[in-house]
């Protein structure tokens, strides 16, 4: 075995995005493109004689290749020691709770998140830093710069190591342990919540449907919720991580979700519903014949956090990305805790978790989480609510309409455009930023504007600023449209647009979440001309 090093040439497209690098399997599947990636991140990175490196993804399809090309490469970069799961194999939110316990130096995740996958699907590669957390723009900028310029990698010339097997092996001198994936995930939930109070609300007949979407999150689902919890078998349903997700869009919303929202408002539903996504760290969840909006999920955990163990001495502050609704805010102001409002992606909230600064984060794209580890998390979403049940003895919709009555209704939808041509998709945010120094003040399509801008963040923690993070149009009444072209994409552009709207009088509480929005629609419209410029009748997507 020895290591080699063999000429390359740049690509000259592997900008990170909002989460990583992803691109379809047959732009990774060109000679050299993901070790060319992979060399820019190492010389990126300091010597890493000593170091330890978790390895893992959702399993997609690739994944093993990829395992195999980034053991024999870790092994020419000199790192003493990797870990990676079984079969390849670890959810987003266990390899950070594996850097966190093992004291790695950082991670790799393979995966595309919610994309689809298989050989015609997606594929993604991310690194995490020594805090477990997706690792910060400074890092994935220095990444791209150097894979432009990249001339050689450097890998080992070993043979493929056992996946299967759990233990230790060697490869060129690196240290290879097979770990089990959901042992030190698993164990880190036991300390946060209240067991034995799931336990005796599954024993008194309470049911689940937990929809893993033939992802990674089931094998978590499965252990945690079949085993240690006492649910019946069949609890956790799709459980079995499959290389193409079944032909599933692992996304846990209600439109790819179709088949969990079936099940929630059949007449015999379960008490509760959840879904999680293509790496575990998305989740939804569902009440009987009641969907529950991320944003509202997190007001909710927030507002009972004290009555979960990990939580109980309170919250040191809650945050939430711009587009997501501020109804964690009014959670926030009642319990006199900060709240800090971030640019989209999940790296954003690290350094305010290190700091602590915030105990509790979350998004609109069905992501929540807390800072256990430094990923959002989907199981742990779907634990903290069913212990507040089990505490509470309340339900999912009562749970959601006691904050609406208490703090107003968030009011709240997003609406996503797809595969937009790019240069079409640039041409409309470009016309909308040119509007923004003269709209404040005006009314357009019948709604007061009090503010619009191009939202900027200057991280508290570091001051490093991020710019044109999102268009912003707040009305007078505190509505607002934001705009954004989405950073996770594979094919063309994808325009988000989120309206939220307040609801205080409780009597319309009820009405149906797209009419209520409807003034909000008709001013994205004529802001943005997105019939005109995307030939594009309705959204993709309405979450
Ligand atoms: C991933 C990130 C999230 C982000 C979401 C949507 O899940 O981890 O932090 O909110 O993608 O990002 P996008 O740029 O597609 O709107
Ligand atoms: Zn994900």
Not at 78 to 84: D, E, I, K
Not at 89 to 118: C, D, F, K, Y
Not at 184 to 196: I, P, R, S, V
Not at 526 to 532: P, V, Y
Request: charged fraction near 20%; proline fraction near 5%; charge should be negative.
């Amino acid at each position: 075995m020895t290591i080699q090093t063999l000429p390359t040439t740049p690509f000259s497209d592997q900008r990170p995005g909002t989460s990583g690098l992803r691109k379809k399997v047959t732009v990774f599947a060109q000679k050299h493109y993901l070790e060319n990636f992979v060399q820019a991140l190492f010389d990126v990175l300091p010597d890493a004689s000593g170091l330890t490196l978790v390895l893992g993804g959702d399993g997609r399809y690739y994944n093993r290749v990829a395992v195999q090309t980034i053991l024999r490469m870790a092994a020419a970069k000199g790192y003493a020691r990797v870990l990676v799961g079984q079969g390849g194999i670890l959810s987003t939110p266990a390899v950070s709770a594996v850097i966190r316990a093992n004291a790695a130096s950082g991670g790799i995740v393979l995966s595309a998140s919610h994309n689809p996958g298989g050989p015609d699907g997606d594929f993604g590669i991310k690194y995490n830093i020594a805090n477990g957390g997706p690792a910060p723009e400074k890092i994935t900028e220095a990444v791209f710069a150097r894979s432009k310029e990249l001339s050689s990698i450097r890998i080992s010339d070993g043979a493929d190591v056992s996946l299967d097997v759990l233990g230790d092996s060697t490869l060129d001198g690196m240290q290879v342990t097979v770990i089990d994936p959901v042992a030190q995930y698993a164990e880190l939930m036991g300390t946060l919540f209240d067991f034995d109070a799931i336990r005796k609300l599954f024993a008194s007949g309470f049911r689940l449907r937990f929809d893993a979407m033939n992802a990674v999150g089931g094998p978590y689902a499965r252990a945690l919720l079949e085993g240690t919890l006492g649910a019946p078998a069949g609890t956790v349903v799709n459980a079995v991580p499959l290389e193409d997700f079944g032909g599933l869009h692992p996304d846990p919303n209600p439109v790819n979700a179709e088949d969990l929202i079936a099940h929630m408002t059949a007449s015999d539903a379960p008490d509760m519903g959840a879904a999680s996504d293509g790496d575990a760290d998305r989740n939804m969840v569902v009440g009987r014949n009641f969907v529950v909006s991320p944003s509202d999920s997190l007001a909710v955990i927030a507002a009972h956090a004290k009555r979960v163990p990990g939580y109980a001495k309170g919250l040191a502050g809650v945050a939430r990305s711009m587009p997501t609704s501020t109804a964690v805010d009014r959670v926030a102001k009642a319990l006199g805790i900060p709240c800090f409002e971030t640019p989209t992606g999940w790296k954003f909230f690290g350094n305010l978790m290190d700091a602590g600064r915030v105990s509790l984060c979350g998004e609109e794209s069905y992501g929540t989480g807390s800072s256990h580890v430094r990923e959002k998390d989907g199981l742990w979403a779907v634990l903290f609510w069913l212990n507040l049940l089990a505490v509470t003895g309340k339900s999912v919709e009562t749970l959601v309409r006691e904050l609406w009555t208490e703090h107003g209704r968030c009011v709240y939808s997003r609406h996503d455009y797809e595969a937009i041509p790019t240069a079409q998709a640039d041409t409309l945010m470009a016309g909308l930023r040119a509007q923004l120094p003269t709209l404040a003040g005006t009314t357009v399509a019948g709604c007061d504007i009090a503010l619009a801008d191009d939202f900027a963040y200057t991280d508290p923690v570091d001051g490093s600023v991020s710019n044109m993070q999102g268009i912003r149009i707040i009305l007078t009444d505190g509505s607002r449209v934001v705009f954004r072209l989405s950073g996770t994409g594979t094919e063309g552009a994808t325009l988000r647009v989120y309206l939220e709207r307040h609801e205080p009088d409780a009597s319309r509480h009820d009405v149906e979440a797209q009419a209520a929005l409807q003034p909000l629609v008709a001013l994205a419209q004529t802001l943005a001309h997105i019939r005109d410029s995307t030939g594009m009748d309705q959204p993709t997507v309405m979450t």
